[in-house]
């Protein structure tokens, strides 16, 4: 079912009516892949679900707050709560006939020195549907799918420049000749396919509708549409409605649940159709009637994803403070000038003066002290600036294989397969201080394996089946392979001839980018070298290497099967 331009344009104007000015009170994520934001103005509580999923985007309001689900504190969902927690939603914009919605936030308090203005981006755009956290000076913060740019892809990292999709090059409705769409039409097909593709932002949903209205079957063939002009006329009429406000939104009841929901009424089916207060009601009621049974829960699963959320936040956290301290230790020189100008020149200063003018230079003062005492304490703050210069750097650099580790459990977590799996991930945590196990012996499982040909595959599933593989169940010739820049699993490729076919390289180096966290990506570059050639990082969590002589592939992230991988064992 679709959830094209027009819904959101229907979802948009709801937003207008009942959350503009309304601040933020809670951000949370039911779900991976989805947010919910609770905002709170005019004396009422409004709840807007937000859900990326490609196959049922959605964003729509919600009676209740959702139920708490497993809500694993990802980068986006930490960002999101720092900078639209407490703020309040300023301005709602759609660009033209397009499935992308931008919330501006503005973010402002007693013990923040400026206004902060953020940006939720949702795209809906099949499979990169997408959600972005973005600064005002268009800078991206965080997104939920990250892309690294290149073969003409927009690059969707942190600091990278937000750029809008490109918009499909096709023409507005006014734009449109029937006689265009009659030679299209001869080329066969339905005829619902010949207006999505020859009119800007029509749906299948939107263009079947049209169809009816004009007089003809909803699969009607191209061929028997003798004249599209009608068919416009319904396109337009249903066009003209939306650009006014005019929502109709409606469902269509079928066989055990809902068949359609539009922000029009629906013609188009032998049932008639339902109509339905808002738009947000349309869809709730259509995903509560069509919505897959809840899996069972995983309480370690759960309570692992609780673990990293929590631990991952008190790094990020700790890295922001570390670089402000590493900012500050630059002003020791100034410190200890201001230290020896006052034991030269300061020894006239009346007694509690609170400042001394130098060089055109304003040092302040403890009036409190003497100007031998203010002297000392300038010299002890320029020693520990110094020290935190030398320090500070190191720590900063180990909170940073602190998140890397916390990144790759948290994908392992994602990529895991089994019980026992999650089992080990749990002891490798608690050994890297992160939790309690609940299992004295928690089982080693072997890495996954498969064989591509007369080759052999390995992958690591946590961080220490990583560092066992690579380092303890290989060979110095061994082929080494890792998603570049990403979490993700430590990947291996032997051949009993020797040096691997580039066909295989390629192949397991599609399974490594499919075992990692760009594994949503539509390319992922691949790091290839020898086995003999990667290093752990001293000091580091276990699977954290450092390696030399790569080269690096640009392939599609695709499962073993789909490559004709065997699994072993």
Known sequence: MNFDALTLAAVRSEIEDRALGGRVQRVASPKPGAMALEFYGRQERHYLLVDVDPDRPRVRFARQWPRAGTEAASPLLLLSRKWMRGARLVEIAQPPAERILDL??????PEMAETVWTRLIVEFIGRQTNLLLVEEDGRIREALRRVGGGDGRRRIQPGARYER????????????????????????????????????????????EALARGGYAAEAPAGEVGD??????????????????EWRPSLVAG????????????TQFDEASVAADSMSEALERFDAATAAPAPATDTREERLQQVIASATERATR????????????????ELQAAGEALLAFGHGLPAGAREFEHEGRTIELDPRRS????????????????????????RIRRTELELR???????DLARADSPGVRQALEATLAEAGYGKSKDRRPPAPAAAGWTLGSCQVRAGRTATENHRLTFHESAPDDLWL????????????????GEAPDAVIEQAASIAAHLSAARDDATVEVDVTQRRRVRPIRGAGPGQVTYRGERTLRVTPRRPDEVGAKRVG
Do not use: M
Not at 255 to 263: I, Q
Not at 482 to 497: I, S, T
């Open 104 to 109: 501006t936030f503005e973010l402002q308090g």
């Open 165 to 208: 999709p490109a918009a499909l090059d096709l023409p507005e409705l006014a734009a449109v000749n029937p006689e265009d769409l009659r030679r299209s039409g001869a080329q066969g097909g339905p005829a619902w396919r010949v207006l999505v593709r020859g009119v800007r932002a029509v749906s299948p949903t939107l263009a079947r």
């Open 228 to 245: 599209w002009a009608p068919v416009l006329q319904g396109l337009g009429a249903i066009l003209a409605d939306a650009a006014r406000g």
């Open 255 to 266: 066989e055990g649940g809902w068949l359609a929901f539009a922000p029009y009424e629906l």
């Open 318 to 333: 700790r890295l922001a403070a570390l670089k402000v301290e590493l900012e500050s230790s630059a002003a020791a020189d």
């Open 371 to 394: 100007v031998v005492e203010n002297a000392q304490r300038y010299f002890q703050q320029a020693k520990d600036r110094r020290t935190a210069a030398r320090e500070t750097p190191r």
């Open 405 to 411: 580790f916390l990144r790759q459990a948290a994908d």
């Open 482 to 497: 890792h998603a570049r820049g990403v979490p993700g699993a430590h990947v291996l490729l032997r051949c009993p001839e």
